[in-house]
């Protein structure tokens, strides 16, 4: 992957671009990618380590913690009162209304999208969906879906970073765990014994990585916006407005999943009830020149929809 600067004066070259970062593993692998890609093009640039709270509470469920911004406050404050110059974020995490005086500068190319399952011993009780069995995830949307396919399973909250979460797997009486599987795979962790989860649907922005940084920094937005992958930029755009349409939040089990082919766009997008016991979906199409509004136009459709707006009802007054 090279990107190609356009030329900046040489004294704001040499400005040292403070990146803001998580501490966990990957999250310092991807500041770090961020970090390379602006040596490649003479941008010299040190990472700066804050904690979130996110990361300092991980034994509370997200839903409970009042997931908006959990894991980008801290980063935020320290764009604002200029610790860092540019924060590097996996794109699902952050809310779709950014902090005011905050921008989105970048969007790098995306990785896998997917979720995967990471099993105990073996998957075969996945394969009779009337079954019991015991599931870890903190993620409200991956509990709903895949209640809405096994009815019958049981959840325990799984929080931590992915290293803390894998280890956990084999500490306790659990048949698996769900993962994103760009997490796993950037750090070189999946195991062999995980599956693809082609039956559910992402988080908006799932395996996209972010860059943000104040609106008053032209010079951070500029080199970082030279990283910019367009594609990815657009389909996450438009799974965000999807989110940002019926709700906002990412504690919600909200879905949503833009590809790009054929000189089109498909989105894919859903919304359960958190016991699984609903769901309801939408697929739309739309060239790449008409295609910005296909997250917005997709959720004012399924707001139509009177099974949806029972569940949208409901979960605005669980977050009131």
């Known amino acids: 992957m090279y990107y190609c600067i356009k030329q900046l004066p040489s004294h704001e070259l040499k400005k040292t671009i403070k990146i803001g970062t ?40 997200l839903y409970e913690l009042g997931v908006q911004g959990i894991f980008t406050k801290s980063l935020d404050a320290a764009l604002i009162n200029g610790r860092i110059d540019i924060a590097v974020h996996s794109l ?7 902090a005011v ?14 979720d995967i399952f990471v099993c105990k011993n073996d998957s075969s009780f996945l394969e009779n969906n009337n079954g019991s069995a015991i599931i870890a995830t903190s993620s409200t949307r991956r509990k709903a879906q895949w209640l809405n396919k096994y009815p019958n399973h049981r959840f ?3 929080r931590g ?52 940084c104040r609106t008053d920094d032209q010079f951070s937005f500029e080199v970082s916006n030279v990283l910019n992958d367009e594609p990815t930029a657009l389909c996450t755009k438009i799974e965000r407005d999807f989110l940002r349409a019926l709700l906002g ?12 082919e ?59």
């Not at 699902?92 to 950014?98: H, M, R, S």
């Not at 905050?102 to 997917?114: D, E, H, N």
């Not at 939040?249 to 790009?260: E, F, H, Q, R, V």
């Not at 089109?264 to 958190?274: D, L, Q, T, W, Y």
């Open 22 to 61: 998580r501490e966990s593993q990957l999250a310092v692998w991807q500041a770090t990618l961020v970090q390379n890609l602006l040596h490649a093009n003479n941008v010299a640039s040190e990472l700066v380590y804050i904690k979130s709270e996110g990361d300092i509470d991980t034994i509370t469920p």
């Open 249 to 260: 939040g990412c504690s919600t089990p909200i879905s949503a999943l833009a590809i790009m």
């Open 101 to 114: 005086g905050i921008q989105q500068a970048a969007v790098l190319k995306r990785a896998s999208y997917k």
């Open 161 to 212: 970073n992915v290293n803390t979460r894998l280890r956990k797997i084999t500490e306790h009486n659990w048949n698996g765990a769900i993962f994103a599987a760009a997490g796993l795979e950037r750090i070189n962790l999946r195991p062999s014994n995980s599956i693809d989860l082609d039956w559910m649907l992402p988080a908006p922005a799932q395996g996209a990585i972010g860059i943000v």
């Open 156 to 158: 325990e909250n799984l």
């Open 262 to 320: 054929n000189g089109a766009v498909n989105f894919k997008g859903n919304i359960c009830s958190p016991d699984g016991k609903q769901k309801i979906a939408i697929e739309k199409t739309a060239s790449i020149p008409n295609s910005d509004d296909l997250g917005k136009l997709a959720a004012n459709e399924l707001l139509k929809d009177g099974e949806a707006q029972k569940i949208i009802y409901r979960l605005r007054n669980a977050e009131k």
């Open 92 to 98: 699902k995490d952050v809310p779709t209304q950014l």
